[in-house]
């Protein structure tokens, strides 16, 4: 038996990562699309084999009322994570939810309470987390075989083309960097280090927004401190690019990752300058595969709703 699975929004993510990883999940079907447009959702839907009687909708209320949607993927600006996913929820479907998991605090925790109290799975959608190369230098840390971390650094960016996206402005966002790419390195760099240097304690950010002069970080430097000392910083931005790299110096070797942080699962890594030889696997498979699991039983969420309302915490705090 398969788990039907339905996707809200049909923008890039939906339909270049998570519709097609759907395809090499197994015990997921894709089920039914919700769009503000029937068109577009109907397209969605036939472009990548949605099952459905009727698997294209306009209406939330709709689409949430087939008795046979089990789960939903909301994949839509951030600031329509709540009301979707919630909804989603209170009509017992699980949750797949992209990231950062809200724009206020408020919001994020609402979603994760109403998820517990529905009793159906929440995860957050960080795909960085089944990259295989990071899964393995993830393991050696936490096994001790690198030695104690001592700092780490992650710099992401892209260069946007204007400023017309919704993640530009606040009526559906909350930040814009940040929110694109930082919001994943905040994740990443929780993972690998929690473990040996326990939570993030204090977080600060910088931020410029002089190119365009809008309301959101173009540009952001983030320092993250954790309690037993370390620090960790974060560059993104969206006014230029540069290659993607992941630096983590601890007491017994220096890790290099070269864009891995992407969505491709590729890139390169080095451990004390000896290549790291990892399998390039699409990490939204994994990310969909472990969602599946989770409601099947067979496995825990990898990131779960408190991970999220944690990375929208700090995100805030990064800029006050
Ligand atoms: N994990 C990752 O690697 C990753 C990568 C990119 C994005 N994301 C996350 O995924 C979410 C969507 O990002 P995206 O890049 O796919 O965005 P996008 O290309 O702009 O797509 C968002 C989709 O949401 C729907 N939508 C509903 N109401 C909307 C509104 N008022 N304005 C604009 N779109 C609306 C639209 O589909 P309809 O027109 O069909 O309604 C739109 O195509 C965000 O939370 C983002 O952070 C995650």
Redesign the pocket.
């Known amino acids: 038996m398969s788990i039907n699975v339905g996707i ?7 339909d270049m ?1 998570l519709a097609p990883a759907m395809q090499h999940v197994s015990g997921a079907r894709l089920w039914s699309i ?4 029937n068109q ?2 109907a397209e ?1 839907a036939r472009r990548h084999g949605a099952q459905a009687p009727v698997n294209a909708h306009t209406s939330l209320a709709s689409f949430l009322a087939d008795p046979s949607l089990e789960a939903v993927i909301v ?4 600031g ?2 709540a009301q979707q996913a919630i909804a989603a929820a209170r009509a017992g479907k699980h949750v797949l939810l ?3 998991m809200a724009t206020t605090l408020e919001d994020a925790r609402a979603i994760n309470e109403t998820c517990t109290e529905e009793r159906v799975k929440l995860g957050i ?3 960085l987390r089944w990259h295989k190369g990071h899964q393995r230098i993830a393991e050696m840390l936490h096994d001790g075989k690198l030695g104690h971390p001592r700092y780490a650094r992650a710099m992401w960016t892209w260069k946007a083309d204007d400023n017309s ?3 530009a402005h606040q009526e ?1 966002g909350r930040w814009w960097g940040l ?2 790419v930082g ?2 390195c905040v994740d990443l760099l929780r993972w690998m280090l929690m473990p040996q240097c326990g939570e993030v304690t204090r977080c600060s950010g910088m931020l410029d927004k002089s190119q365009y002069g809008g309301p959101h970080d173009e540009t952001a430097s983030v320092t993250m401190q954790f309690e037993k000392g370390v620090v960790a910083d974060i560059t993104t931005s969206v006014v230029f690019s540069a290659p993607s790299r992941f630096e983590l110096y601890c007491d017994d070797a220096t890790v290099i990752c070269e864009n891995t942080l992407g ?1 491709t699962g590729g890139g390169s890594i080095s451990i004390n300058n000896a290549p790291l030889d990892f399998e390039f696997e699409n990490p ?1 498979v994994g990310e969909v595969q472990n969602f599946i699991d989770a409601i099947e039983g067979n496995a825990r969420i990898v990131v779960p709703g408190a991970e999220g309302v944690r990375n929208v915490e700090l995100l805030l705090q990064a800029s006050e």
């Open positions: 809200i929004g049909t923008g890039r993510i939906a990562q919700l769009s503000r447009d577009r959702a969605f994949a839509t600006p951030d329509l994570h992209e990231k950062p959608a960080y795909h996206n919704w993640r559906l929110a694109g919001t994943h969505p939204y």
